[in-house]
Every structure is written in structure tokens, then in C-alpha cells.
């Protein structure tokens, strides 16, 4: 079931950690990096309900969403204000009694790929940054998620593919056993011998976004480093997925970051999400993320200077675009209401352009 409101219930109902410790109410590059706190300097109630948090809250109870960005959020770019949680009545004041109900755990950058979108190499803690992190399990990160119903893991690594994530599924299965996860993952180790290995049942499923960005395996090969070589075990794992959502109905999510390298793609991506089950969703390249390391600028197709622009409008326009009304995120969405150049557009932007 799901709650429809007449503000963002984002804020008043998860938080997202990041890298540094420092604690956003809902994505950071949706409401400018617009920080309440940092975990690592401030209790936990201290964080949640700071002079920020409630700050936020107060504005958005009077539809004030200058703090956001219309073009990153699609929540606020289609006005579709939904939650899975019936959230308190709020308090003008902004100060909330109870804590969130989603934590979202982004502190871990540890991956078993290196994806182009983010970094140029396989990111490994240290033995002290693991040591650190893994000391924090029992006496920090698992008290946190006390009030939890989700626990999303994890949004700036793997939760497969990271040393001290795993630990940590693996005692929050042990200590909460209602809790639910929502899993962003590239999905090349979110397959039956993890779950098994992790315990992890189809009921405590709550959302699996799996980043693919491909639908072949000479593109993955583009994106991921040897990634040709995984394309078909990826698959594999796919299928094992739509297999298990049969089992126990939870969210399936296939990502796609458009960009130059991928982009003729996007069509044959809804085919293959509708393959597997999975509900496609289409991102932009973007270089204001945290734990994007390396923007290249010539991957970012969604720019209209870049030279195949005008062929990604044509694109977004497809048929299979329009199959879903929730797939395209408001950048692409914009771009998808855009009229295609004509040759003759672009003869008269030239002699525009030199005179």
C-alpha cells in the first residue's frame, strides 16, 4: 500500500548517509547537497530533528521547495507525492517524535567493479578504514535502524561486493528480523548463493535496484572494465531475480545512466527489463553526485551542445518510451518533449551562428 500527500513525505520519513558522515533527508543532489548534520559528530535524535532538518520540513509544510531542485527530483518535478509509510501528522514546527522509517546506509564506497560513471578504479577500504567501520557495527550502525522498517544498502558501493556490508546485512538480519531491505547493487553477486549466504529470505526484500546501463554484452563492456566477460552471468543473476519475485512480491528495478557510449540502447532496455520482471528506469549523467570521481564530459549526451544530442531526442521518443510513465527522470523527460533538430534547424542555427 501506498500514502499519497500533499508535500514531500521524503523528509519527514528516511535520511541517507554518506560517505563522510554526513546525513541528507532524502538524495543529496535532489535538494543541493543540503546537509542536517553528520552522524559521526551528533547523536543520532540530534541529527534527525537539527535546526536544518526542521528548517526543511518547515518550508516544504509551506510548499517552499527552494531548498530542492525541480530538474534532479522526479518527485517534485511531477508533483507525485507518494510513500510507502503512513508518516505522522507534522508538526508545523517541523520536530518529529518518531525516527525515520527508511535509513539509507551510503557511508560504504567498497565495490567489486569499477563502473566509468563513478570511478576509474576498484575501490577497497584499507585495513584501518575496514577496521573503523566494522568496530561501528554493534555499537553505532545496528542501534541506528532500532525504528527502521528499510534499510537501504548501499548507494555509494555494493552491499555484496563491500567486506563490512556484508558483516552488516548480516547482523542486522540477526538483530531485526522484520526489517527490509532495498538493495542498489550492479548485480553481478546478487545471486542465490549470496542470499543463502546472507540468509536473506524473499520477504525481507523491499526494493532490488540493479544498475546494468547496457542490454549488450560489447557495451557492459564499454561501462565495466572486462565487463564483456560478466554480461551472462549478470543475466543469469537477472533471471534468478524475476524467479524469486514470483516467490515474494517486492520492487525490481533496472537502472540505466544514458549517456554516449549506451544510448541507442535505452529502447531495448524496457524490452529487457519487461523480460526480467523488472520495472526500467533511465538516469543522466551527471557530474554532481557524491562518489562520482571522474566526470567525463563527453559522455554527457543529455548536454544539447554535445554532438549526438539531437539522435537522444530521437530516441527518447520511441515507442517503448511511452510504455511506462515513470522511467524517464525529469532531465530525460524534458529532453523527451523537445522537437528533433531538422537539417534545415541546423542550417539556420549556422547561419545565425556566423553572422
Known amino acids: 500500500m501506498s500514502y499519497k500527500y500533499d508535500f514531500c513525505p521524503l523528509p519527514f520519513s528516511e535520511m541517507e548517509i554518506s560517505p563522510n558522515g554526513n546525513v541528507y533527508l532524502c538524495c543529496p543532489s535532489w535538494n543541493n547537497y543540503y546537509s542536517i548534520g553528520n552522524i559521526f559528530d551528533h547523536s543520532y535524535d540530534e541529527v534527525w530533528n537539527s ?76 585495513d584501518d578504514e575496514l577496521k573503523i567501520l566494522d568496530d561501528k557495527i554493534d555499537s553505532f550502525f545496528i542501534p541506528l535502524l532500532k525504528t527502521a522498517k528499510v534499510l537501504v544498502i548501499n548507494t555509494h558501493g555494493d552491499p555484496f561486493g563491500s567486506r563490512h556490508s556484508i558483516k552488516l546485512i548480516k547482523k542486522a538480519i540477526e538483530t531485526y528480523p522484520d526489517l527490509k531491505f532495498d538493495f542498489t547493487t550492479n548485480g553481478l553477486l546478487c545471486n542465490e548463493t549470496m542470499f543463502k549466504r546472507l540468509n536473506i529470505t524473499p520477504e525481507k526484500i523491499d526494493k532490488i535496484r540493479v544498475s546494468i546501463h547496457a542490454t549488450t554484452a560489447k557495451t557492459y563492456g564499454k561501462i565495466i572494465n572486462h565487463g564483456e566477460l560478466m554480461f551472462d552471468k549478470l543475466m543469469d543473476n537477472m533471471k534468478y531475480l524475476s524467479e524469486l519475485k514470483k516467490e515474494c512480491h517486492f520492487t525490481f528495478l533496472m537502472q540505466f545512466v544514458v549517456t554516449s557510449l549506451n544510448y541507442k540502447e535505452i529502447p531495448a532496455f524496457v524490452d529487457m527489463a519487461d523480460k526480467y520482471n523488472a520495472h526500467p528506469v533511465f538516469w543522466e549523467y551527471k557530474s554532481d553526485s557524491i562518489g562520482h570521481t571522474d566526470y567525463i564530459e563527453d559522455l554527457s549526451i543529455t548536454n544539447p551542445k554535445h554532438k549526438y544530442h539531437n539522435e537522444l531526442v530521437k530516441v527518447l521518443k520511441h515507442p517503448n518510451m511511452y510504455k511506462y510513465n515513470d522511467i524517464l527522470y525529469p532531465i530525460l523527460l524534458d529532453i523527451q518533449n523537445k522537437p528533433v533538430e531538422t537539417l534545415l534547424d541546423k542550417l539556420l542555427k549556422k547561419i545565425k551562428g556566423n553572422k
Open 51 to 126: 535546526n536544518n532538518a526542521v528548517t526543511l520540513r518547515q518550508k516544504i509544510l509551506n510548499n517552499d521547495y527552494s531548498l530542492c531542485k525541480k530538474d534532479k527530483c522526479f518527485l517534485l518535478h511531477n508533483k507525485n507525492f507518494v510513500s510507502e509509510f503512513e508518516i505522522e501528522t507534522p508538526p508545523q514546527t517541523g520536530h518529529l517524535e518518531k525516527l525515520p522509517f527508511v535509513v539509507k546506509f551510503g557511508y560504504d564506497y567498497e565495490c567489486n567493479i569499477a563502473c566509468i560513471f563513478c570511478r576509474n578504479k576498484i575501490k577497497r577500504l584499507s
